[in-house]
């Protein structure tokens, strides 16, 4: 009896939904350097939120805008609950030591296994004296439970509720380590769902920009490694269907603009007059007076790499928050201009993301080997999108 339930278990292999989540993969890219030409059916732009990759995943994974999940930029204005009180105090190493990135990245880590935090958490080069009026948003891993600020549920949570079988990768490992852990639960037929994490993409892009032969190179790895997937897949599942999309596109950098020296020249207190973070492609403002509000306004009125977003963007956008929470004032560079230095990093990049979310460089990708009739629009289609696969998947088995 029970080889022959082992038999009619390989005999009825059932379908698996697999996403294929490709981190900056933009919409511009697909069709500058194609990808999977003979599998894909369907390819369309994603629309993605204003903000970054914290922004972006949160909206992916629960479907909500950013006001509605509470993720927006890491650090935000809270002086009262901040933890980085003690921080300060390292303002006086040498900047040798401590403004570096590799010491950066340490501090970090041991920062990180202090408060017990399970999300990405990077100080990146915020300074030191600085940290005491943050706090920081990610504090808990995403893709667990009780990982989104206003406590929506993830899909995640949502498959669980369902009882759905799924593969998620480990954020933490590497592209490799992920693909290869996805094939052993492929190979047991343990899943009927799978949320494939690839992230190196965003970090090439950064260093070389969009028109790099390393940037072609990786595509092509990808392209070989989920044709192999594929396969792989299809000799242990009926059907399988791949669904790869990102979170946001790349611009090249085009110029770069030293905000935080010319605020300072204003002749105003950081922490007294106003408080500040400097995005890459974004400059936040909180303010202490009305003197300093206008003397900061009038600077930035005057600038015309970027704009004050209004109040009706930002409703368009989906990011008003609460009590200000990310910013009083948010000034957003124009597309290819980026903030150097920042609190993000002193050191120019060859490419960016964090624009408007209408830029073309930015917008997202999604491509399926289906000929589904429901193709997303953007990012807050996507929830949905996985859990009406996933139930499909189960159905069939």
């Known amino acids: 009896m029970k080889q022959k339930a082992e038999m009619k278990k390989m005999e009825n292999k059932n379908t698996l939904s697999l996403f294929v989540f490709i981190d900056a993969f933009g919409w511009e890219l697909y069709k500058k350097y194609g990808f999977l030409d003979g599998m894909i059916k369907t390819a369309s732009p994603l629309g993605t939120v204003l903000g970054y990759s914290a922004t972006c995943v949160p909206t992916i994974l629960t479907g909500k805008k950013p006001e509605e999940h509470g993720h927006f930029s890491f650090f935000y204005f809270d002086p009262k609950n901040t933890p980085f009180r003690f921080l300060k105090w390292l303002k006086y190493l040498p900047a040798s030591l401590v403004d570096r990135a590799r010491p950066r990245n340490v501090l970090s880590k041991l920062i990180k296994k202090i408060f017990g935090y399970t999300g990405y958490f990077q100080l990146y080069n915020t300074p030191f004296e600085y940290l005491p009026f943050f706090d920081y948003s990610e504090k808990r891993d995403l893709y667990v439970k009780d990982g989104i600020n206003s406590s929506d549920k993830t899909i995640f949570d949502y498959l669980d509720d369902e009882a759905i079988s799924y593969h998620v990768s480990d954020w933490q490992g590497t592209e490799e380590m992920n693909i290869e852990s996805l094939k052993s639960d492929i190979a047991r037929q343990s899943i009927n769902f799978a949320y494939l994490y690839l992230a190196s993409m965003d970090g090439l892009l950064h260093a070389h920009g969009t028109d790099s032969n390393v940037i072609e190179k990786k595509i092509r790895w990808y392209e070989n490694k989920l044709v192999e997937l594929s396969e792989f897949a299809y000799e242990h599942y009926d059907d399988v269907r791949i669904h790869v999309f990102s979170d946001h596109g790349m611009k090249d950098v085009i110029h770069h603009h030293d905000m935080i020296k010319n605020i300072e020249a204003l002749g105003l207190t950081f922490g007294m007059d106003y408080v500040a973070y400097y995005d890459s492609t974004m400059a936040r403002f909180w303010f202490q007076s009305e003197t300093a509000q206008k003397v900061i306004e009038s600077f ?46 002193k050191k120019p990049v060859a490419g960016m993301h964090g624009y408007e979310p209408g830029d073309l460089d930015s917008v997202a990708l999604y491509a399926t080997n289906t000929e589904t009739g429901s193709i997303p629009n953007d990012l807050t289609d996507m929830c949905s999108l996985m859990l009406n696969e996933a139930d499909l998947s189960r159905k069939a088995a």
């Open 300 to 345: 930035l009125l005057q600038q015309t790499y970027g704009r004050i977003l209004s109040e009706q963007e930002l409703a368009d956008f989906g990011c008003q928050f609460k009590n200000n929470l990310y910013g009083e004032l948010i000034y957003l560079m124009e597309p290819g201009h980026i903030i150097c230095p920042s609190f993000m990093g």
